[in-house]
């Protein structure tokens, strides 16, 4: 697909780069706004790529979101913020998110940041690329490593939630 009108496809493999997350994100917001956690609140969802772009665009999700149909003329979206029982935010916050972020630790941290280390799961994106996909596991496995987290949240990321999401001895 092109990313501009004219283009006969998406060039520099922009479509795989922000492609993706981006596509990831706007499936979560057809979720919130169409009201599915509303309807079923004990869903669970796992999003990959960390949640897209959720996690850095907290600002425009949160506040930039509770002015739903402000900037919109053509339809109006206060009747459906009206409609929700939560903010917009609230909702993304009820997602679950893999760590597959290629190796990014700025990535990780924010997603960390927004899930919470008990809505976030070890992940890779192995075999996706089968000649470096040990690689991203093994960048994916160092960046967790690090973190100034406790020893329970590294193992909920690594395994405990894992097993208590999917009901898993």
Same mark, same amino acid.
């Given at each position: 697909?092109?990313?501009?009108?004219?283009?006969?496809?998406?060039?520099?493999?922009?479509?795989?780069?922000?492609?993706?997350?981006?596509? &990831? !994100?706007?499936?979560?917001?057809? *979720?919130?706004?169409?009201? $599915?956690?509303? %309807?079923?609140? =004990?869903?669970?969802?796992?999003?990959?790529?960390?949640?897209?772009?959720?996690?850095?665009?907290?600002?425009?999700?949160?506040?930039?979101?509770?002015?739903?149909?402000?900037? &919109? !003329?053509?339809?109006?979206?206060? *009747?459906?913020?009206?409609? $929700?029982?939560? %903010?917009?935010? =609230?909702?993304?916050?009820?997602?679950?998110?893999?760590?597959?972020?290629?190796?990014?630790?700025?990535?990780t941290?924010?997603g960390?940041?927004?899930?919470?280390?008990?809505?976030?799961?070890?992940?890779?994106?192995?075999?996706?690329?089968?000649?470096?996909?040990?690689?991203?596991?093994?960048?994916?496995?160092?960046?967790?490593?690090?973190l100034?987290?406790?020893?329970?949240?590294?193992?909920?990321i690594?395994e405990?939630?894992?097993?208590?999401?999917?009901?898993?001895?």
């Amino acid at each position: 697909m092109p990313d501009y009108k004219g283009e006969p496809k998406s060039h520099y493999e922009i479509w795989w780069t922000f492609g993706w997350p981006y596509e &990831t !994100s706007v499936a979560m917001a057809h *979720l919130v706004f169409g009201k $599915l956690f509303d %309807r079923h609140p =004990d869903i669970k969802i796992i999003t990959h790529h960390m949640g897209g772009m959720i996690p850095f665009f907290e600002g425009r999700v949160g506040p930039g979101w509770d002015q739903l149909g402000t900037r &919109t !003329s053509d339809v109006d979206y206060t *009747l459906l913020l009206n409609d $929700l029982k939560k %903010r917009p935010v =609230d909702y993304f916050h009820q997602f679950y998110a893999d760590t597959a972020v290629f190796g990014s630790t700025a990535a990780t941290l924010c997603g960390l940041s927004f899930f919470g280390a008990d809505r976030v799961l070890f992940a890779s994106d192995s075999p996706f690329d089968p000649e470096r996909g040990s690689a991203y596991i093994r960048w994916t496995i160092e960046i967790i490593d690090k973190l100034e987290i406790t020893e329970a949240e590294r193992y909920a990321i690594y395994e405990g939630n894992a097993r208590r999401l999917l009901k898993l001895q």
